[in-house]
T-cell receptor, first 114, second 112 residues
Framework: SQQGEEDPQALSIQEGENATMNCSYKTSINNLQWYRQNSGRGLVHLILIRSNEREKHSGRLRVTLDTSKKSSSLLITASRAADTASYFCATPGVPSQGAQKLVFGQGTRLTINP | KAGVTQTPRYLIKTRGQQVTLSCSPISGHRSVSWYQQTPGQGLQFLFEYFSETQRNKGNFPGRFSGRQFSNSRSEMNVSTLELGDSALYLC???????????FGEGSRLTVL
């Protein structure tokens, strides 16, 4: 089973608008990461937030982490056509999942319309 | 610094054949992980290697195997290919065990 689950599965907005994606996870974590994947390409690391952090910024990206709710959100402000991609949250694996390095959610497919 | 390099980028095989995919990690990275990505199952962990040793293995049949060489380059092999093995195979390297993963562009395998 997935550790992280993104919501929504798909999101379509107009260029210039903000996009918010959510991730929920099941077990305690010490960090959570977000990745972006352009169609058919490799994943690119966006940001890592540690369990003792509540919010983190990187350019137009803002990530929040609420460990009490076991959830995280990724906000992309002033979206651009180039932001069209799939976005994944990833959490450290747990022993029941084979202690893999990172477990990825199913992703949110973001489409920015010009 | 060069990124993670995967070869080949695209390949087509027929059922029953075998395939070997190669991954060259970022210089200095000793951990290499492999993931299979399909539209239905998403990103599924295959295995992780560190210093030539397999540290973890995902829930895949024995047809899927891998290895890592002394220069940290890694290969994965899939024998007796099935249609369901068609996927994007992604390799990622990292420095620390729970740190950021650096992904290659993937090898897209199509099994006919």
């Amino acid at each position: 089973s997935q550790q992280g689950e993104e919501d929504p599965q798909a999101l379509s907005i107009q260029e210039g608008e903000n996009a918010t994606m959510n991730c929920s996870y099941k077990t305690s974590i010490n960090n959570l990461q977000w990745y972006r994947q352009n169609s058919g390409r490799g994943l690119v690391h966006l940001i890592l937030i540690r369990s003792n952090e509540r919010e983190k910024h990187s350019g137009r990206l803002r990530v929040t982490l609420d460990t009490s709710k076991k959830s995280s959100s990724l906000l992309i402000t002033a979206s651009r056509a180039a932001d069209t991609a799939s976005y994944f949250c990833a959490t450290p694996g747990v022993p029941s999942q084979g202690a893999q390095k990172l477990v990825f959610g199913q992703g949110t497919r973001l489409t920015i319309n010009p | 610094k060069a990124g993670v390099t995967q070869t080949p980028r695209y390949l087509i095989k027929t059922r029953g054949q075998q395939v070997t995919l190669s991954c060259s990690p970022i210089s200095g990275h000793r951990s290499v992980s492999w993931y299979q990505q399909t539209p239905g199952q998403g990103l599924q962990f295959l295995f992780e290697y560190f210093s030539e040793t397999q540290r973890n293995k995902g829930n895949f049949p024995g047809r899927f195997s891998g290895r890592q060489f002394s220069n940290s380059r890694s290969e994965m092999n899939v024998s007796t290919l099935e249609l369901g093995d068609s996927a994007l195979y992604l390799c990622a390297s990292s420095l620390a065990r729970t740190g950021e993963l650096f992904f290659g562009e993937g090898s897209r395998l199509t099994v006919l």
